[in-house]
Every structure is written in structure tokens, then in C-alpha cells.
């Protein structure tokens, strides 16, 4: 039905919760619907005659049956152009900075705010190889913006159109609602193209095809670069306890890892950790470009607090506006914090729409709506801007901690990476306390590739070395806790030793450390090579029938432990240098030793 | 709209009531139930539409007699009179007086529901506050606008613990104190009383505001109280400018409240039978806490959750803990040796730690002196296990350090008065006595700086 003959003025019937049951024959599914006196949004999600269910994006107190329901003819969408970077939106992308100067410290309901700023204006630059007359279509490179210092904004023709380029604006200052270009489609109507366009969010926005071209995305943090690597595009997941850090990894991944746009998803999450990113971002250094890390951050926030349906809506929000920036040919990294309060809030609306539940309550939908959603990650060829990708990385909060439950199991069969959080690692203060034994990466040997070419050959060997001897360790340590210590031969408390090496010296990394809080790629290989020499060289005293209480003390140990903090990424010679002397050192004993021993 | 009165209520069901033919009733609005018998009840729409609306009813459904009640749909939203008088005051979860006093009159009256803070206008809390507890201070530091619950279990002091945070809580070189906001939803009557009889005490009454529901109250009413207390605890902060500790206990009959009304409702239950929305539930509560631009007060909680059957992983404490800014944990096993207050450590965390200590808000020793405790602690209790299993004599020295070690740390640092203040300084002087047993190559947490400056070890 066209819109003008439809009827889109209905009325309220039932009220429950967040959940509304409407009249309003002609309604499609997924439609905008606005709510009562006060106009609150939400959105189809069932038709049943001429009846609708709503799902309210604000809570409905004081809402009585009755009051107005108007269709607005439109699924939930985002508006996507210049001025979302550094900017905080809430579920549903509406500006938080500008709802605070209009409703003060709390959020008012009902207020309804574009996301991108109308009177800004922006310096467009004509895409030089375009002129009138020329093809154009999805994704077109029409020109671009310099939305930051660091980020050139590519303004694309938007997704469904196809044509020839009639006219483009001269360079010069717009804002976002001016026109800057007509298109002519095969029909022969003509479009006007803006500086940004809308897109539904539970539509994945289209590229050319899938890429498959392999880049480590580098995170700064050695038990991820360093031994369950994530590629660009790739997903991954964070499950783990509250309190064992899974807010942290993500927030040291947006601070230090090499993608050029970083979205920032509080999906569910406390308010005070959004606070924390808006203030400490301004002040941060990008360790690629040296500028700002707000300039290449946007954040979007529905806190725990905030309404449950809306928290539903973020993680779409977040994708699309991701995908957006990967249309333009940035490798995007989303971080959703946490996955499975959008899962809470799926169950939420089904439970209240009497569905039936199958696991904790969960629908049967959950791992499918999962599954697609991770699906929106991926490295893909654009249309007219080169390779980009997106990389999605959630955090799982299970109950209890158990990994059996249902979000933490559907999600471990769809991501490639998988840090499992372990509480006992993050009790003992060992953080990032991702567990070496429960957790993978399905892209070490791609990962490989990339390190052996620009850092070290012997990567892969020194990898697969530090797990054999994590693993050996825990073996032994059961073994103490049979037996006691005394049953050990020197040789396996050496293997103790360089176990503990590994884990302090190259697992353990505070993203509290002013230094150590980034770890560059060569950084990260000179310090396991550090522990692993110290380790074998001991190893072969120890063959000669050097007492391991000899190595125990040695100074050089202490050192490799401490040298994370002492030296940054700049100063990767003075950690190989300490090797030659931990080597050196070694060296001296093994002579010394032999000397004794010929004497006797 | 004209104040409607019905009789047509057609069900009564574990604290809930349905009316019939009710057009026009808001969501959310509040209710009054006579029963017939001269006695009223008050309650809030759940569910509205002009067929029917679902009313809870805070006294709980006890007695109701369907064909004698009459509904009255007030219509205006659950609200609280708040006014400076309000302080020194006893209220049940609704605002109205349990002390025998009139009620608080005021034209200021806001609905208790409250609203999200916009985290655009939040800002990050920084400011220590001092306890005089080594195990808060010195290794879970408490900042102003911070939520820090207390995990507890039954026969623990977490009351006593919580009273000694009231009676010394103060930033560092600064008496200003704070405002109590006291909540007690299900307690015994004795609790009740202790906390009554500490602030008499201590000199604070003026200072505090009560909200009582004891056990044997209407257990509905705990749904409403945590929201009114914290209604009054933003009013004190945020037009009275006014620092407010709010001390909450116990969380766990509050959402064992929130279960009993679920399954009433017929809500799909998630973990052990609490609804899928007790996180959302909990958060509204918990998030209200916190800093905000511009405002000279602030909101700092202290909720008690007591774990039932001592289960950490038991839904009320879980979510408590993914939603607040850390836990303080007690433990049995501390608490049965005679050290008071029983924190244990390990599963203990401040998240906010981080801002508010080192060079200019304690000492800059600080943060790495936490973290040196925390890991010569993780290995000491993993030495204390291994000798409980091989025996303390087949210890190596260097093991044995560590046994040493874990015992001073119970009985020295974690053990203390409950009228001892200790300033942050005595406690970290008392860590650096405990860390110098250990020879410094093996204080690999610390820097050379402070090792220079604080160790007192002999080599
Ligand atoms: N890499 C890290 N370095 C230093 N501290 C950490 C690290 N990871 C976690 N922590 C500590 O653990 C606390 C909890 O971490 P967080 O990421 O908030 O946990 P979660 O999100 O899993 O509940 C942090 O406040 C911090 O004190
Ligand atoms: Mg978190």
C-alpha cells in the first residue's frame, strides 16, 4: 500500500512493559511506530490482524491504552555521514552530548534527535575522477570530507542506487542535508545525493565480494598478538566471569590495536566504563598516527540501565554504522561489551510475547540471530574504495561463569578467536587472565605468515615452545600437589622455572603500566625470546649437571621478569641486548662449571 | 482526568490484582486497594489495557477479599514528599513514617522510578575514600560515587563491617562526612535495631535517613524501597549537595521479593527460577550511583548481598557483580579463625581503584604495593594448599617464606579492630613490613625506585 493511502493513525491497546499491543491495521512488520502522548519510539516485531506488537525503545510509564499509535512508515535506521567520530550515540543513534544540554543529567523520554549534526558544515572535496555524464552506482566514491585530522571521509552514493552522475558540487563548505550531486536512474528519475544517507540497521549494508586477504589485526597485547592471534575481519570472543577482565581487553584493544576506526559498543554494561573511554580518549595517543584516539573512536552507549529493547538495537546500530566505514575502505574494529546483554534482551521480548523458551529461558532464534550477527563481520572488497573489513569481537558474560550456558556455547561455534577468561588466573591478579589451555584462534598459521615476513622466523617455533611448556607445567604442578616439591628432578623444576618465566615475563601485561600497557609486534617476540633463551641455555647447564639451584637466584631472572616495563617499544635493542648478556652470562657459568669439574 | 474507583476486580493471585473494564488506567501508576474492612493498601499498575489492568500490591494479597475490595487509580506515578526535614527520619519502602512522626510535607515530589543517567553527563569517580580498613584501602580502594557491594553469608559481620565504613568513612585530609541513606529490605528486627542504636551512637542520627522493612513486613514492598531510598539519596546529593553513602541490606530478599512477584505474573525464569530481567532490575538500582558534571554531591553504595549456601555464582551475587564497580567478599573460613573483618582477599576487587590512588590521591607506592600484596599472597595461599596436602616440613625455605607470609597477612592486614582507624599510610607501611620478608630480586611487581625508597629487607 502506498503511504499516502494508508492509514498509519491507530491507538494503543495494552500496555505491558516495554512491550505494546497497538491497532493499526496496515502496519508493516519492522515499522517505526511512534507511541502516545509523550511519542515514544518502537518497533513492530509481530502482526496479528489489526493488531501489532511494539517493542518501545523507552520505558511506557504513564502510557494508558488509548493514546495515539502512529505508523512512520520506516524500519529503524541510522543516519550514516560525517561527524559520527568521537561522538557517544545511544541505542538507537540518537546524540547523548546533545540530549544531556536538552534534558539535563538524566534522559528524557520522547525526545526525538537526528544523529548527525544538521548545521556543521564540512569541506567537500569532488572526487576528482568523476564528472557528469559518468556511470555511477552503490558505493561510488563521490568525494570526500576531512572528518578528522586523521580520517578522510569518503561520501559514497548509497546502497540501491544506480545511475549516471547528472551534476556535482563544486569543492566548498555544506552541510550534511545540502545536495552535492544528482543522479539519473534507468527509469530517468533523478536523486538528489547528500552528504549522508540512512541505512536499516538489520540490513547488512552490500559490498562487491568477499576478500580474502590476510592481516593480523595487532592488538598490543602479547597473549593475543603473541599466541591467539585475530585477523582483520575476523570474530572473536571474550567470555569469561565479571571481574576477570573482559572490558579491559576490550578497551586496550580500542586504545592500542591497528585499526583505523575503532566502534565502541556499552551493549548492556556500566555507565561509569563509557565514561572512562570519553574521558581518557581525548587525552590518549594513537601509537600508529601520534593523533588522538577520539578521532578515530565513536562510542555507542546503552547502559545497563537504559532501556532493555534499545540494548537490543545497539549492537545494529553499532554494525551498520562499522559497515559503513568499512564501505569506504577502513578496517573497522567493533567492540560489543557485552553480547550477551543483547541476548538478555532478545529473551526479554520473547518471553514478554509468550514464546516459547528453550534453553534458560532463551528462544529457539538465539544462536541464529547470533550467528548473523557475527556474519556482519568480515574483510571484503568494496565497491569503489579498495579492501576493508570489519572486525567483530564481543564479550560473553556467562552466569556463573559457566561456559556450558547457552549464549557462551553458540557463540564459541561462530567466532574464529576465543579468549576464555579464567577467574582463577584473574584472583591471582595474573591479567589479561586469558587462559592458555581453554583458549584458540583459528588463525595462527595465517598469523604465522605475516609474523615470520615482519618480525621473526622463529615465531611459530617460539609459539608452539611457550604452550608446550605452560603445558608441561601444569602437569608438574599436579605432581607437586601429590607429592611435594622433593620429587622433582632439577630438569623439571627448570621446566617450573621457565614456565613462571613465560607467564610473568611475557603473559602477565597491565594495561596499567604506562609502559606496558602497549607491547609492539617486536617487542612481544624479543621478550618470549628473552624467556626462552634464558630457559634452553639453563636447560643445558642443567644436561652438564649444573645444580638448578645455581640458575635459580641468578640476577638475569629477576631482569627478564622486570624488563617489560623497563623498556618500551622503541627500545626493543636493549631486551635482545639483555639476551646476549642473559646468554653471556650463562655462558660464563657453563665454563666455570667445566673448569670445577676438570679440576676435580 | 477524575480519580476512577472500581469493584470489579476479578482475581487475586500472590500479590497481584486483576481489575476488569478499567479504560484509560496508566502504566506504572498508583493504586489504592481498600479492603472493605476500613484497612487500604497501596499498589501499581503492571499491565494496562481497557479490558483489564494487573495490579501489584505492596502489602502483599493477603486476606483480600475479591468481592468486598474497591480500587482507586490515584493517577500519578509511585512518588515521594522530600524536604531537608527528611533527614533523621524513619520511613517504610512507600515514605511514610515508621517513627510515629507526621509525614514529610513538601510541594517537592518525585516518582521513585527515577530515570537513566545520561553517561554523557556522568563523570568518572576519582576520589579516595579513606575506611580505615588495610584490606579496602590498600588493596580495594573505595572512591566517592562508587558502587561496592559486600558478599556475605549468613553469620558473617557484614552489618558490623558495613557500620565501622558509616562510622570512619572520610576522604583523605578532609572530615567532611557523609549523608546516610540506610535501606534495610527483610531483615531481622535486631539487625534492624543494631543499626538504629550505630548511628544513635556514633552521632549520626541527624545525618541519616532510614527505610525499614523488616522480615515480617509485605515483601512487595522491598520492590519499591531500594528506588525511594535512592529517590531521596539523588535528592540529598543533587539539590542538597551533599556527599551520600547509601547502605543497602540485604539485596537478597529484595530480588527473592522480585522472584515471589514473577512467578505470580507467570514470567519466563532464567537461573533458579529469578526472572531473565533481575540483571535490568538490578541495574536500575545499582546505576543510580555515581558522579555527575557540575554537581557538588554525589552518590556512593554500599550494598550487602548475602550469598545464599555462601555460592558466589548464585544469580543475586553474580549479577550484583557484573553490574557494580567490584565486590568486597567475607569469608567463613576467616571469619571462623577469629579475623575480623573476614575479607578475603582474592575474590575481592575494586574496579575504581585505578583513578583514585597513587602520587596525588595516597601515596605513589601505592598501586604497585597492591599489586606486589596480591601476587605474593596468590602464591602464598597455593604454598599454604600444598602443605595442607605434603605437610609444612617437606617445604622448601623458600615455600616456607610464603606460609610465614600468608599467616602475618590474615592476621596483621586483613585482622584488625572494628574501632581501629588505620590512615592509608599506616597501611601501606604495614604492607612494606610484609613484603621486606622477601628478598627484593623476587619483588618483581615493584619498581626499583620504590624498592629504593621502602623496602626494609636486608638484602
Ligand atoms: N590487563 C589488565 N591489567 C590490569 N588490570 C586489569 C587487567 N584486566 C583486568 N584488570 C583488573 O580487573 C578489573 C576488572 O576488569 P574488567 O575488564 O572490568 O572485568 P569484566 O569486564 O570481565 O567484569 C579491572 O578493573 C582491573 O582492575
Ligand atoms: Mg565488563
Redesign the pocket.
Known amino acids: 500500500m502506498p503511504m499516502s493511502e494508508r492509514n498509519n493513525q491507530g491507538f494503543v491497546r495494552i500496555i505491558n512493559g516495554p512491550i505494546v499491543t497497538i491497532d493499526l491495521p496496515g502496519i508493516r512488520s519492522g515499522e517505526q511506530v511512534k507511541i502516545g502522548e509523550l511519542g515514544l519510539v518502537g518497533e513492530v516485531i509481530s502482526l496479528n490482524g489489526r493488531e501489532a506488537t511494539v517493542q518501545t525503545y523507552e520505558s511506557t510509564d504513564g502510557v494508558r491504552p488509548g493514546e495515539p499509535a502512529e505508523g512512520l512508515g520506516w524500519p529503524l535506521s541510522v543516519e550514516l555521514g560525517p561527524g559520527l567520530l568521537g561522538g557517544i550515540f545511544d541505542g538507537i543513534q540518537r546524540p547523548l552530548e546533545k540530549i544531556a544540554l536538552q534534558s539535563g543529567d538524566y534522559i528524557r523520554r520522547g525526545l526525538a534527535l537526528p544523529g548527525l549534526d544538521r548545521e556543521r558544515q564540512w569541506a567537500f572535496e569532488p572526487n576528482p575522477e568523476l564528472e557528469p555524464g559518468k556511470p555511477i552506482g552503490p558505493g561510488s566514491v563521490l568525494g570526500s570530507v576531512q572528518e578528522t585530522e586523521t580520517i578522510l571521509h569518503k561520501i559514497l552514493v548509497p546502497p540501491g542506487l544506480e545511475g549516471e552522475l547528472t551534476e556535482l558540487a563544486p569543492a566548498g563548505d555544506y552541510e550534511i542535508e545540502a545536495t552535492i550531486g544528482h543522479l539519473r536512474d534507468r527509469q530517468g528519475h533523478s536523486h538528489r545525493l547528500k552528504l549522508f544517507h540512512r541505512w536499516p540497521v538489520r540490513k547488512p549494508r552490500p559490498y562487491r565480494r568477499r576478500d580474502d586477504g590476510i592481516s593480523p589485526l595487532i592488538t598490543g597485547q602479547r597473549v593475543i598478538d603473541s599466541f591467539f592471534p585475530q585477523l582483520k575481519g575476523g570474530k572473536g570472543a571474550v567470555p ?10 576490550q578497551q ?1 584493544i580500542a586504545r592500542w590495536s591497528n585499526a583505523d576506526i575503532v566502534i565502541y559498543v556499552g551493549c548492556g554494561e556500566r555507565g561509569n ?1 563509557l565514561v572512562d573511554v570519553l574521558e581518557s580518549f581525548p587525552q590518549l595517543e594513537d601509537p600508529y598516527t601520534g593523533r588522538k584516539l577520539m578521532e578515530k573512536t565513536l562510542l555507542v552507549a546503552n547502559t545497563s540501565n537504559m532501556p532493555v529493547v534499545a540494548r537490543e538495537a545497539s549492537i545494529y546500530v553499532g554494525l551498520t554504522m562499522a559497515e559503513y566505514y568499512r564501505d569506504m575502505g577502513y578496517d573497522v574494529v567493533m567492540l560489543a ?1 557485552s553480547t550477551s546483554r543483547w541476548a538478555e534482551a532478545l529473551r526479554e521480548v520473547s518471553g514478554r510475547l509468550g514464546q516459547m523458551p528453550v534453553e534458560e529461558g532463551y528462544p529457539a532464534y538465539l544462536s541464529s540471530r547470533l550467528a548473523a550477527v557475527y556474519e556482519r563481520a568480515g574483510r571484503v572488497e568494496t565497491y569503489d574504495a579498495g579492501p576493508g573489513s570489519v572486525t567483530l569481537i564481543g ?1 560473553v558474560s556467562p552466569p556463573g561463569g559457566d561456559f556450558s550456558e547457552p549464549v557462551t556455547s553458540h557463540t564459541k561455534d561462530i567466532i574464529e578467536t576465543f579468549w576464555a ?1 579464567s577467574k582463577e588466573l ?1 584472583d591471582a591478579r595474573h ?3 586469558i587462559d592458555w589451555v581453554t583458549s584458540f584462534s583459528a588463525h595462527v598459521h595465517a598469523a604465522a605468515e605475516w609474523w615470520h615476513k615482519e618480525v621473526d622466523r622463529r615465531w611459530e617455533a617460539r609459539r608452539t615452545q611457550s604452550l608446550a611448556l605452560l603445558a608441561r607445567d601444569a602437569e608438574l604442578s599436579r605432581i607437586v600437589n601429590l607429592v611435594g616439591p622433593e620429587a622433582l628432578s632439577d630438569a623439571q623444576r627448570w621446566q617450573l622455572e621457565g614456565a613462571a618465566l613465560i607467564k610473568e615475563g611475557v603473559l602477565q ?4 603500566d604506562e609502559v606496558d600497557t602497549f607491547c609492539s609486534p617486536q617487542k612481544q617476540f624479543a621478550l618470549l625470546d628473552l624467556a626462552l633463551s634464558i630457559y634452553d641455555k639453563g636447560m643445558t647447564l642443567i644436561e652438564l649437571g649444573v645444580p638448578v639451584s645455581h640458575l635459580q637466584d641468578l640476577p638475569q631472572l629477576a631482569k627478564a621478569r622486570r624488563c617489560k616495563s623497563m623498556y618500551n617499544s622503541d627500545q626493543v635493542a636493549s631486551i635482545t641486548a639483555l639476551t646476549r648478556e642473559t646468554e653471556d652470562a650463562f655462558e660464563a657459568i657453563r665454563l666455570e662449571y667445566a673448569k670445577q669439574h676438570s679440576d676435580d | 482526568m477524575s480519580i476512577k474507583e472500581y469493584r470489579t476486580a476479578s482475581e487475586v493471585r500472590g500479590g497481584l490484582i486483576l481489575v476488569r473494564d478499567t479504560p484509560g488506567v496508566a502504566f506504572g501508576d498508583r493504586v489504592r486497594i481498600s479492603d472493605g474492612r476500613g484497612g487500604t493498601r497501596d499498589g501499581q499498575v503492571i499491565r494496562a489495557s481497557n479490558e483489564e489492568v494487573m495490579i501489584l500490591v505492596f502489602e502483599g494479597t493477603d486476606d483480600l477479599d475479591l468481592e468486598a475490595v474497591w480500587v482507586r487509580f490515584l493517577d500519578e506515578p509511585v512518588e515521594i514528599a522530600l524536604s531537608p526535614e527528611i533527614l533523621g527520619r524513619e520511613l517504610n519502602g512507600l515514605g511514610e513514617p515508621r517513627d510515629g512522626r507526621p509525614p514529610i510535607l513538601s510541594h517537592i515530589r518525585r516518582a521513585v522510578g527515577g530515570a537513566a543517567i545520561n553517561p554523557a553527563a556522568r563523570s568518572y569517580p576519582r576520589e579516595f575514600i579513606q575506611t580505615g580498613i588495610s584490606t579496602i584501602d590498600g588493596l580495594n580502594s573505595l572512591v566517592r560515587g562508587q558502587k561496592l557491594p559486600i558478599f556475605s553469608g549468613s553469620g558473617l559481620p557484614h552489618n558490623r563491617l558495613a557500620a565501622q565504613i558509616v562510622r570512619q568513612a572520610k576522604l583523605k585530609d578532609e572530615d567532611s562526612s557523609f549523608s546516610i541513606v540506610f535501606a534495610a529490605m527483610g531483615v531481622s528486627y535486631a539487625d534492624a535495631k543494631f543499626f538504629r542504636d550505630e548511628f544513635a551512637s556514633s552521632g549520626v542520627l541527624r545525618n541519616v535517613v532510614m527505610f525499614v522493612n523488616l522480615a515480617d513486613d509485605p515483601p512487595v514492598e522491598r520492590l519499591t524501597l531500594p528506588r525511594t531510598a535512592l529517590t531521596v539519596a539523588e535528592y540529598l546529593a543533587y539539590d542538597l549537595d551533599r556527599h551520600v553513602l547509601v547502605v543497602m541490606t540485604d539485596m537478597t530478599y529484595y530480588a527473592e521479593a522480585l522472584r515471589e512477584v514473577a512467578t505470580a505474573k507467570g514470567d519466563v525464569p532464567a537461573r533458579k527460577g529469578y526472572p531473565g530481567y533481575l540483571y535490568s532490575d538490578l541495574a536500575e538500582i545499582y546505576e543510580r550511583c555515581g558522579r555527575i558534571h557540575e554537581r557538588h554531591g554525589s552518590i556512593t553504595m554500599m550494598p550487602v548481598v548475602s550469598m545464599p549456601s555462601d555460592d558466589i555464582t548464585h544469580p543475586i551475587p553474580d549479577l550484583t557483580g ?1 553490574i557494580t564497580e567490584g565486590q568486597i567478599v567475607l569469608s567463613r573460613e576467616l571469619h571462623n579463625q577469629g579475623i575480623y573483618p573476614p575479607v578475603h582477599i582474592s575474590p575481592s ?1 575494586s ?1 575504581l ?2 583513578d583514585g590512588i597513587g602520587k596525588d590521591d595516597t601515596r605513589e607506592d601505592h598501586p604497585k604495593v597492591a599489586a606486589q600484596l596480591y601476587a605474593l599472597y596468590a602464591r602464598a595461599l597455593e604454598t599454604r594448599n600444598l602443605a595442607s596436602i605434603i605437610g609444612a616440613d617437606e617445604l622448601s625455605e623458600r615455600d616456607r617464606r610464603y606460609l610465614k607470609f600468608a599467616d602475618d597477612f590474615d592476621q596483621r592486614f586483613v585482622g584488625q579492630g572494628e574501632a581501629e582507624d588505620r590512615s592509608i599510610e599506616a597501611t601501606l607501611n604495614l604492607a612494606w613490613e610484609l613484603i621486606s620478608a622477601f628478598p627484593r630480586d623476587s619483588l618483581t611487581r615493584l619498581s626499583e625506585t620504590e624498592l629504593a625508597k621502602y623496602y626494609q629487607g636486608n638484602d
Open positions: 569469561g566471569p565479571f571481574g576477570a577482565g573482559k572490558t579491559v581487553v586496550q566504563e561489551d564479550a577468561l584473574a591479567y589479561p587472565s601485561q597491565s594495561a596499567l | 557484573y576487587l574496579r581503584m585505578k
